[in-house]
């Protein structure tokens, strides 16, 4: 059976309901306008510090364009490799021990890594070659999820996903 493209954000969905026993939408809301640069004093929370055109540019996409808005934003990029759907989370409250806890219960294989001075790890779908995560702790969990709609291993998911996150940890000052 061929993983749903929605997968990463129902496992981010899943995750937001363990923290903060909040709803998560399933419906379609408009698409919010792009966004130029970052408002929130906290440049993690939202939909993260980094511009459409900065995340673009990190994958070689001729344009990113935003899907949904916080508290899991998703966006669609259309790459040299093709399409691909990007999601991004902060979670104030998460640890990467829950989030440990909730890709084993997901059947995600993780590996841990340490990014600048964060504990971090992969989330890999044995499912998909197609879909890769990188989680970080930054005074709770980013993550920038990556799926290939072809679900092909190229290009890498997970070295994009890891360029997505170098650069949120970039700009947040680390």
């Known amino acids: 059976m061929r993983p749903s493209i929605k997968a990463p954000a129902k496992a981010l969905c899943a995750l937001v309901l363990a923290i903060a ?18 408002e929130d ?27 949904t808005s916080p508290t899991i ?25 829950r989030d440990s806890e909730l890709a084993a219960q997901q059947g995600y294989r993780i590996e841990k890594t340490v990014i600048k001075r964060f504990g971090a790890m992969y989330w890999r779908d044995p499912r998909d070659p197609g879909s890769c995560a990188v989680t970080a702790f930054d005074g709770g969990t980013v993550t920038w999820w ?22 949120t940890l970039a700009v947040d000052g680390i």
């Open 146 to 167: 990556v799926q290939n709609r072809g679900h092909a291993a190229q290009p890498d998911p997970c070295a994009a996903a890891m360029t997505l996150m170098q650069s």
């Open 73 to 97: 934003c998703t966006w669609k990029v259309d790459h040299p490799g093709g399409t691909a759907d990007l999601t991004y989370a902060w979670l104030a409250n998460d640890t990467l021990l």
């Open 41 to 67: 004093p906290n440049v993690l929370a939202g939909c993260g510090p980094l511009a459409d055109a900065a995340i673009a540019a990190q994958l070689q996409a001729s344009a990113a364009r935003q899907q």
């Open 21 to 38: 026993a909040a709803g998560c939408s399933g419906g379609s809301a408009p698409a919010p306008a792009p966004r130029t640069a970052v």
